[in-house]
């Protein structure tokens, strides 16, 4: 495929640029530049914005609330908010369970939920890891058990990120104890007010604070929050995952990185010189954004197959790939920035705190990459860790 864009898609790209600078608050954007997470109130905001434009949901049918792009305008819209950069619409709700619902849930559920998703009045949370059942995700021993007319759950779920937020969360249950992994198992929507729901953190190596442990002690759930059949939770569950490997590739991020990784090569001096300058780190340089155009690519090409699997209700296998190679170059390019920052490296928290002494001698770029580089560790793992996808590829490709 030649990756040239029409006349028509280069104006939609400067019209998203357009709305950005006129829309993107300044400290928002600044927050993301430095390398911290957005807020909740951030994140909010922003998803109201793109809302109010018609722009939450890229990947949404127009019918739902999608704007009813090409998919060439989706990975521009994509690769725009990602340079910017700017918050994307919460993942959760648009790329997560709203597609689910769209696809195996009931015109009611749909009613309900889809308008809340595109808005942000509801938060949610996705509730698959658990404890020993984390890459191994058909290997899940929460259960649910139909009484009444309600479900009642009970179980663990781990590395529950942003819960802290949340207001509903969708959960993979255990309905039937005597089928196949891969069987029995349901996919319901539970409200986080719920008696019975309990989140504690889990702080991560760098102290942050993303990811929870979340526990259900006979919590009710009406039988109408589940989404599909009974026992056919896995279904949804690997359309969901499918939907998710796909925005990880996350090439327009990669490239804001980059970008940015150039800048602080200049200012950091190495052998009286800037680093920049040095052959072996422009090598390694250039060899990251070999692969990052190889990977957009190969995004190019998954994109121009989505008319061709509309309706299949099942993921494309390639997009184990982008999991892949982009999880992959997300971090080498955290690698290059620790290299870049050198001994600055480990200087980490807010540079505007009292006592923080640390940003006396340090520059200004020098925020969080170390905290970055240790968070990035888990993107080869959360969504299926990338041994799970070469699995599915050999599977998928090679008949294995």
Known sequence: MELRFTDTELNFRQEVRDFLAAECPP??????IAGKSPTKAMVVEWQKKLNARGWAAPEWPVEHGGPGWSPAQKYIFREE????PAPSPLGFNINMCGPVIIEFGTPEQKARFLPRMLNLDDWWCQGFSEPGAGSDLAGLKTKAVLENGEWVINGQKTWTTLAQ????????????FTAKKQEGISFLLV?????????????TI???HEVNEVFFDDVRVPADQLVGEVNKGWDCAKYLLGNERFGQARVGASRERIRRLKTIAKQTMDGGRPLIEDPEFRRQVTEMEIELKALEMT?????????KRAGTGKPDPTTSVLKIKGTEIQQ???ELLMKAAGPYAWVDGDPDAEGSNDWDVAPDW????????????????YGGSNEIQRNIMAKAFLGL
């Open 81 to 84: 908010l990602q340079m910017w």
């Open 191 to 203: 409200d986080m007010k719920t008696p019975g729901i309990t989140v504690r953190p889990i702080i």
């Open 366 to 381: 020098a925020f969080g990459l170390a905290g970055i580089y240790f968070n990035w560790r888990k993107q080869s793992i």
């Open 206 to 208: 760098e102290g942050g």
């Open 165 to 176: 937020h949340a207001d509903w969360i969708f959960v993979l249950a255990r309905t039937d």
């Open 27 to 32: 400290a928002t954007r600044e927050h993301l």
């Open 299 to 307: 995004v190019m090409r998954v994109i121009a197959n989505e008319t």
């Open 332 to 334: 080498g390019v955290s």
